[in-house]
């Protein structure tokens, strides 16, 4: 494929690859601007200006300046340092066995929690709760009767509280709720902050996540744990071999 000049400046050939290279080091949430024609001639003219201000700096030989080269033995440690780093890293590795094993050790971290999706309706006394329920029994919504008695800030919606797991509400009110059939409304529940009438709309139950659902993730966190781990050795043999002293 050819790589097309797009500007030459004192001699210098500035690329489409030179272009395309330049744009791999922004964020990737930037890299679609640069894709666009707007973006690549913008991205082009920061190049070119790039070219023109170290030729400029060559001029005035500020490379032969302390600050320069002090500014240059610094970088030069950053990527050996960058570059020790890496080779060790890249030495590590996972296989497909250490996954699947890793999955078959450990089943609890791949269940889906059940949960139901629950309307109410919170009034301040019992008799109050079952005046109410009276009035569902005898034909009224469930939504109605939330909407005109509860005071619960969910009345607006007709009490509905969404999708909930176990933990998420007091221990009454979670037991009735996960106890209930879809569809059936609850004798009234006491709890701390009054009488509930509960309808459970929906409910999932608890899953395990396959294998296959998870096995790329699992690699990615499986290896970053390896090499953090054999980062850590390294650092600790070096220290061993190579001589540290703490303080004056």
Do not use: W
């Not at 272009?19 to 640069?34: S, V, W």
């Not at 033995?73 to 080779?87: F, H, N, R």
Request: with cysteine; charged share 30%; hydrophobic share 35%.
């Amino acid at each position: 494929m050819e790589n097309k000049i797009l500007a030459t400046v004192n001699g210098k050939e500035i690329t489409e690859n030179d272009l395309n290279m330049a744009m791999t080091r922004f964020p990737q949430e930037n890299q679609a601007f640069f894709a666009t024609e707007q973006g690549k001639a913008q991205l082009l003219e920061q190049l070119i200006s790039f070219e023109l201000v170290s030729k400029y700096a060559a001029d005035e030989k500020l490379d032969e300046t302390e600050e320069y080269k002090e500014q240059l033995e610094i970088l030069k440690k950053d990527l050996l340092i960058q570059a020790g780093v890496k080779k060790v890293l890249d030495a590590v590795t996972v296989t497909d066995e250490e996954v699947k094993a890793f999955y078959d050790n450990n089943p609890n971290m791949f269940k889906g929690e059940a949960s139901v999706r629950a309307k109410h309706i919170l009034v301040d006394s019992e008799e109050k709760a079952k005046e109410v329920k009276a009035s569902i029994d005898g034909g009224v919504s469930f939504e109605e009767a939330a909407q005109k008695n509860s005071s619960c800030p969910s009345s607006s919606q007709g009490g509905d509280l969404g999708f909930f797991t176990r933990g998420r509400m007091v221990p009454e009110f979670e037991e009735a709720a996960f106890e209930l059939a879809i569809g059936e409304v609850s004798e009234p529940v006491k709890t701390q902050f009054g009488y509930h009438l509960i309808k459970v709309e929906e409910k999932t139950a608890e899953v395990t996540k396959s294998f296959d659902e998870v096995k790329d993730q699992l690699k990615v966190n499986l290896l970053s744990q390896k090499q953090n781990a054999t980062y850590l050795n390294f650092i600790n043999k070096l220290k061993q071999e190579q001589e540290v002293k703490m303080g004056q």
